[in-house]
């Protein structure tokens, strides 16, 4: 049986680019880069027993808005707004370690794996990354390369370095 359940959209203009925010009832529950694509999140949230229903968030109910783009103007070193994250335990395990990582600082899939007690999961701990549905707010994109290299990001890996370099106050040409 699937629990239906209310989620607020509502696109956002940003210093990279537009972004997608999704809202529910407990909190914040999805980022996008781009546009949202109902298409994807709503098939996610089926697997875990959710049946959506769509609706727009106005623009002045949404503190996320706001701190993301604080965030995006480099006055907002983290996030305090509710959260529903919707995944598995081992997804919530990893998202949990990854907002442990402070603002201007990086963390290799190795040394996540450690954190949560799963030294061997290099590899799960990179899926778990890849499906990490609050981008920037579980900040995925301090995650890096062993040997300090930018490995994969949603966003694309342009996005991930100008966010890393805001953190860092570098310039990107």
């Known amino acids: 049986m699937r629990v239906l359940t209310k989620f607020y ?10 972004m997608t925010v999704v ?6 529950a999805h980022v996008a880069f781009g546009a ?7 098939a996610r949230l089926t697997r875990f027993g959710i049946k ?3 609706y727009e968030l106005e623009e002045d109910e949404s503190l996320v808005c706001e701190q993301l783009t604080e965030y995006l103007n480099g006055e907002r070193h983290d996030f305090h707004v509710p959260i529903d994250l919707i ?11 990854l907002r442990t990582i402070r603002y201007g600082e990086t963390k290799s899939y190795k040394e996540i794996a450690e954190m949560i007690g799963a030294p061997k999961a290099v590899r799960a701990v990179g899926g ?3 499906k990490n549905p609050l981008p920037i707010v579980i900040p995925c994109h301090r995650v890096i390369g062993s040997n300090g290299a930018m490995v994969g990001y949603g966003g694309g890996l342009p996005t991930k370095e100008r966010l890393l370099a805001l953190e860092t106050n570098m310039k990107i040409s």
Request: without cysteine; positive net charge.
């Open 87 to 97: 995944g598995t335990p081992f997804q919530k395990k990893v998202w949990s370690a």
């Open 52 to 54: 959506p229903e769509w």
């Open 23 to 28: 809202m529910s009832e407990k909190g914040l």
């Open 36 to 42: 949202m694509n109902k298409v994807n999140l709503t």
């Open 9 to 18: 959209v509502k696109e956002l203009t940003t210093p990279i680019g537009l």
């Open 128 to 130: 778990a990354n890849n």
